[in-house]
């Protein structure tokens, strides 16, 4: 069975000064080369979802031969990348993670992937109930459906497609096998988050 992969790449960086996220650096490679990288070994195919066709171009220049997916709704939030990326995906099942978490952890993915199989998707859930939507594996037409619906709905929270699918929910005592210290789900958000990855890596 082959296997996507859809990074989310379009958000525009608010907490990281409206900086493009995705090509900054850590030791002087971009950001999300590194989630491309772990990708890579576990998935056939990768969809970068991007805002529009010039951010596409800008990343383009600098990962070129991946496939592009381009929002077809504003302000919306991650949901328009979700569903750009899903339409573009022509497997089965796709991975879904934000461009911005640089130790995903493929041994993971491949958990996920294989937790999802019987399943609409395959969610890690954190001790505390809390999810990790963009670190997880769906089966791409029921989430286009339910997604298509949420937006139109005027809804926003990626969580809102994710209670209408049949789901199995990845406790983290099963990733902690693989992952002890939950690196995989690591990502960045702030200049001071990056200056503290940049001097730990």
Do not use: W
């Not at 130790?103 to 019987?118: A, H, M, P, R, T």
């Not at 990790?132 to 459906?145: D, N, Q, R, S, T």
Request: with cysteine; net charge neutral.
């Amino acid at each position: 069975m082959a296997y996507s992969a859809i990074i989310l790449a379009g958000g525009k960086g608010k907490r990281m000064g409206y900086r493009e996220k995705a090509l900054m650096a850590i030791n002087g490679k971009p950001l999300i080369s590194y989630v491309i990288d772990s990708l890579e070994k576990v998935v056939d195919n990768i969809i970068i979802s991007v805002r529009d066709k010039a951010q596409g171009k800008m990343l383009d220049s600098v990962l070129p031969g991946y496939t592009y997916a381009f929002d077809e709704y504003e302000n919306t939030g991650p949901l328009a990348g979700i569903l750009s990326g899903l339409t573009v995906c022509r497997d089965d099942f796709c991975f879904i993670a934000a461009c911005d978490m640089p130790f995903i952890n493929e041994n993971v993915i491949k958990l996920l992937f294989k937790s999802g199989e019987n399943y609409d998707a395959a969610i890690p859930r954190r001790e505390d109930g809390f999810l990790e939507p963009l670190h997880a594996v769906y089966k791409c037409k029921p989430m286009i459906f339910e997604t298509e619906k949420a937006i139109r709905n005027g809804e926003k929270i990626v969580l809102a497609p994710i209670q209408k699918l049949r789901a199995n929910y990845v406790e983290m005592q099963e990733i902690r096998k693989i992952d002890t210290n939950l690196r995989t789900f690591i990502n960045i958000n702030t200049p001071e988050e990056m200056d503290i990855i940049n001097k730990n890596v």
